[in-house]
């Protein structure tokens, strides 16, 4: 068994302990009676839970690079078409989901979607020579658009904290665009930053030519920045994230995707076959977690420490029922569908003999763009 191929489990063991991550801050919100901003279990449950979107994003960058570097024919195509039906089920998923998002909402599958289809060229070579952004050159524009995010939002007026109905009312067609740029639910500015910067990473740990000082440097870069801003007493929200969330919650999330790329990750084989259906996961937990909970009443009705309980239950579910799919090679999730809607749509073209068929340990295909 490869080194690379560990990595890539590595990876995957991440994606689910982001799921972990996005199940605690979603359902014990959704569910908690009251959630007391000073109490201490609050406090930790949201400083952990905000890290699950963001490395999110990071991840969707490394597996970006991963599959120009394994499968670079077609690399454009399958991205757009990647890029293109996150999108879909994005608009799809919010609609249903108006409740929260409203009927035009911009969402994390949004962001993802097109994030991907604005990355992937700057991964390609240009001009005569086939010149290419190499991946340092990737993570200054990614931090650029990290550092750009809160400036444009000072121009614009944007307040320094939105509430669910700021970021959920789209009345018109500019209010739609400032929702997907800036100030909605996981605007492109700075998110698509993340998964530029998670390009970076993916090359550096992963590529013909990794270089492990790179990328932590890079991410200790961004956590002792982050640190010293947040340090001088200014915002560190989420609804929109603030520069100092931003740079310390990116270097944090590479800091340990380094970590896990170098040295085996505990628990991976729990972990893994969750973030193979991070996607899936993320739309049944709205789904049953919010939609089905409040039909039953059960909203905002559990005080906090049978909500924790009922987290952790929900943890164990989820692990079990990924385990169960894996071994039917997780057929029919949505990360199936878009992956068999992605081959017929590539159908046609060459791929190197035996790059097309190169599957990590518990045979993860290594296409880019999970799920938040």
């Excluded at 035009?104 to 990355?119: A, D, E, F, M």
């Excluded at 307040?159 to 500019?174: K, Q």
């Excluded at 085996?264 to 939609?291: C, D, E, K, N, Q």
């Amino acid at each position: 068994m490869s080194e690379g191929a560990k990595r890539i489990d590595s990876m995957d063991a991440l994606r689910g302990l982001a799921v972990l991550l996005m199940l605690e801050v979603h359902l014990g919100f959704w569910w908690a009676r009251s959630a007391p901003s000073g109490e201490p279990l609050v406090i930790a449950g949201t400083m952990l839970g905000g890290t699950g979107a963001p490395l999110f994003l990071l991840l969707a960058g490394v597996g970006l690079a991963v599959s120009q570097e394994r499968r670079p024919d077609g690399f454009l195509k399958r991205t757009a078409v990647r890029g293109l039906l996150l999108v879909l089920v994005g608009i799809v998923f919010t609609y249903i989901m108006q409740a929260v998002y409203g009927p035009w909402g911009w969402g994390v599958l949004q962001c993802i979607g097109v994030s991907l289809l604005l990355t992937a060229p700057l991964m390609l070579g240009f001009g005569e020579r086939k010149s290419r952004l190499g991946p340092g050159h990737r993570a200054l524009v990614g931090v650029g658009l990290m550092l750009m995010a809160p400036l444009l939002r000072a121009f614009a007026g944007i307040p320094s904290l939105l509430w669910n109905d700021d970021m959920a009312s789209v009345p018109t067609v500019a209010d739609y665009f400032d929702r997907m740029l800036l100030s909605g639910f996981f605007p492109l500015l700075p998110w698509t930053g993340f998964v530029i910067v998670g390009t970076a990473a993916g090359e550096w740990l992963f590529g013909r030519r990794p270089s492990l000082g790179s990328a932590v440097a890079l991410s200790l870069s961004l956590a002792i920045v982050g640190a010293i801003i947040a340090a001088r007493g200014l915002e560190t929200a989420f609804f929109p994230p603030s520069l100092s969330f931003t740079f310390a919650v990116a270097g944090i999330c590479l800091l340990v995707m380094c970590a896990s790329a170098k040295w085996h990750v505990p628990g991976t084989r729990l972990l893994a076959p969750m973030g193979r259906l991070s996607l899936t996961l993320f739309v049944a937990h709205h789904f049953i977690g919010y939609l089905g909970v409040r039909a039953t009443g059960g909203l905002n009705s559990l005080e906090l420490l049978p909500d924790l309980v009922m987290v952790i239950v929900s943890w164990l579910l989820c692990i079990l029922l990924s385990w169960l799919w894996s071994a039917a090679d997780y057929r029919y999730g949505l990360e199936w569908l878009i992956a068999s809607a992605e081959r017929r749509a590539t159908k046609g073209i060459n791929t190197p003999p035996g790059d097309s068929g190169r599957r990590s340990r518990g045979g993860k295909d290594d296409a880019p763009g999970r799920a938040s």
